[in-house]
């Protein structure tokens, strides 16, 4: 399973726009990457999946550039609410009955 | 339910007793995962279930752990002999595994504590 890497932690402000960044260089052909929230004494919360190029949905839009060896989260004009870890996993899709990875994450902190 | 449930939400129990972690997975969800997760890290994967049978348990650490989901829908994760270490919060994910892109669903945890 492909390994990722991203920052431990990142501060911003209110109505800014986020990005994060996860390395994964030893992504293969048939893995994913997805994008986990986990707030404060519950469990992760899915946010976006994707294989390549941009994907987009109402809480983030996630960059894959062409060689996958890295993503990016975009957070658009975040709010205190967002504040939270933000994990970065790579794999094959679930159907492929294979175990989701995380990392140690990156503590996102916004202030006012 | 709407959700992965997981019982008890709180467990504390003394060192080298048994315990036992229920988790009701969402209905029709043929995947079922269990993780563990210690202040200040990430989940740690310890099993996965894909209908009835383990399809990997590499995660689980020891022989003390050991995980059952006999009609392939609620499972429980059973802790023999428990130590302090095993002091943590027990999330349960489930999938629905007919789609090539699909998320896994967590419950809210047990927050297991040996003294």
């Known amino acids: 399973l492909a390994k990722t890497t991203q920052p431990i932690s990142m501060d911003s402000y209110e109505g800014q726009e986020v990005n994060i960044t996860c390395s994964h260089n030893n992504i293969a052909t048939n893995d994913y990457i997805t994008w986990y929230q986990q707030f404060p004494s519950q469990g992760p919360r899915f946010i976006i999946q994707g294989y390549k190029t941009k994907v987009t949905n109402e809480v983030a839009s996630l960059f894959i550039p062409a060689d996958r060896k890295s993503s990016t989260l975009s957070l658009p004009r975040v709010s205190l609410s967002d504040t939270a870890v933000y994990y970065c996993?790579?794999?094959?899709?679930?159907?492929?009955?294979?175990?989701?990875?995380f990392g140690s994450g990156t503590r996102l902190s916004i202030r006012p | 339910g709407a959700g992965v449930s997981q019982t008890p939400s709180n467990k504390v129990t003394e060192k080298g007793k048994y315990v036992e972690l229920r988790c009701d997975p969402i209905?029709?969800?043929?995947?079922l995962y269990w993780y563990r997760q210690s202040l200040g890290q990430g989940p740690e994967f310890l099993i996965y279930?894909?209908?009835?049978?383990?399809?990997?348990d590499s995660g689980l650490p020891n022989d003390r752990f050991f995980a059952v989901r006999p009609e392939g829908s609620v499972s429980t994760l059973k802790i023999q002999r428990t130590e302090r270490g095993d002091s943590a919060v027990y999330l349960c994910a489930s999938s629905l595994e007919d789609s090539m892109n699909t998320e896994a669903f967590f419950g809210q945890g047990t927050r297991l504590t040996v003294v």
């Open positions: 996993l790579v794999g094959p899709p679930y159907s492929s009955a294979s175990k989701i990875i």
């Open positions: 209905s029709g969800h043929t995947a």
């Open positions: 279930f894909q209908g009835t049978g383990a399809a990997d």
